[in-house]
């Protein structure tokens, strides 16, 4: 009796409610994080590689029914080795299809909460160690203090337009726009003259990444034209090279190296 007087039924008809639920889920399911790795099948084998001779040769009788492997009587231990390395490299190359990656949608403490961005600062990867999931962030450039950390949710080298479609599909929001320097840029809300030198050169870096040499080279080249910091401009003369040699182009980027060792000679 004492307990039902304490209770703010009110507050718990709107806690128990089913738009509570389905705001809580729909909150959840944009913070989940897609991953892919590799087929545990194929981890397991590679984990096994340094095992003993006797574990190596149970794990390929074990595996006789799934996939084709020779096995060998146990005392020739160099034909054991042999099958096993080789059965490792076929899952691997030969039979992908048959035992492809794992694609995962997860929910993690930390990594969850990163923002997305189509100029990432961080790539996160998974592996699977002593039967749990194991996810690192990997910085992908370096990072101003307080920077905010981000990754990308989807497939990046692709336009704009596809980005945007694919962003509204992951988030289930017909009005998502995403709004990061990359976003800003191509849909010409924002100018190369209106962007900032280090921010040119993350657009740069980001377009030579994907192979894309003349978008590279148009951004090096402003990136080069407008800062006054001698580090930076070495390092975006030597983009300009780069970008030309991606493009096939190996007499203008060395004469684009040559010139930025002229112009910057302590780079």
Known sequence: FYHEKKINHKKCAQILSFDFFSDLIRKLDSQLVPLQIESPLIAYLKKNLASPIKVKKEILLKLQSIVTVKCFEANNALEVERSFVE?????????????????????????????????????????????SL????????????F?????????????????????????KSCTYLCSCLRCMFESGKASADQIKSKDLMKLANQAF???????????????ASCSNDEN????????????HLIKGEWGKAHLAWKGGHISCPQH
Do not use: W
């Open 87 to 131: 059965l490792t490299n076929d899952c691997s190359n030969t039979f992908k299809r048959t035992f492809p990656p794992l694609d995962l949608l997860c929910l993690f403490e930390n990594q969850s909460r990163y923002s997305h961005s189509c100029i990432p600062n961080t790539q996160l990867e998974a592996s699977v160690g002593s039967g």
């Open 134 to 145: 194991v996810i690192k962030s990997i910085a992908l450039r370096n990072m101003e203090k």
């Open 147 to 171: 920077e905010e950390l981000s990754f990308s949710r989807i497939k990046l080298n692709q336009s704009y337009k596809k980005r945007s479609e694919d962003l509204k599909s992951f988030f």
């Open 209 to 223: 990444e994907e192979g894309k040499g003349d978008k590279a080279l148009f951004l090096y080249t402003k990136a």
């Open 232 to 243: 930076e401009r070495g390092d975006a003369l030597y983009g300009i090279g780069a970008a």
